[in-house]
Nanobody, 124 residues
């Protein structure tokens, strides 16, 4: 069982930056691929990016490539989402998710554990 807790959300002006953190419980965090999803009001949840268990590979949706970076610190059981050059369309609740096994996927049904989400609001 893995429990995930996100933090770091908030209100930021367009062009600004935020770093989200996702702290995981459990001793086997390093065996999980991790991902970030987001859900804007009135819209479906969408994939943002993912990272393999080792941190050796990352994958991003096109709309955030070059602006967002996912990293992880397995010693701290934490995964991060650094968000730069934020745009109003990035406004959403951001969720981290975990799946056992090393591979990552861009679909939410592949992930077994979810955090409660953290709100990110980007003002224009």
């Amino acid at each position: 069982q893995v429990q995930l807790v996100e933090s770091g959300g908030g209100l930021v002006q367009a062009g600004g930056s935020l770093r989200l953190s996702c702290a995981a419980s459990g001793r086997t965090f390093s065996r999980y691929a991790m991902a970030w999803f987001r859900q804007a009001s009135g819209k479906e949840r969408e994939f943002v990016g993912a990272i393999t268990w080792s941190g050796g590979s990352t994958y991003y949706t096109d709309s955030v490539k070059g602006r967002f970076t996912i990293s992880r610190d397995n010693a701290k059981n934490t995964v991060y989402l650094q968000m730069n050059s934020l745009k109003p369309e990035d406004t959403a609740v951001y969720y981290c998710a975990a799946r056992s096994g090393g591979n990552y996927y861009s679909v939410d049904y592949e992930y077994h554990y979810w955090g409660q989400g953290t709100q990110v609001t980007v003002s224009s």
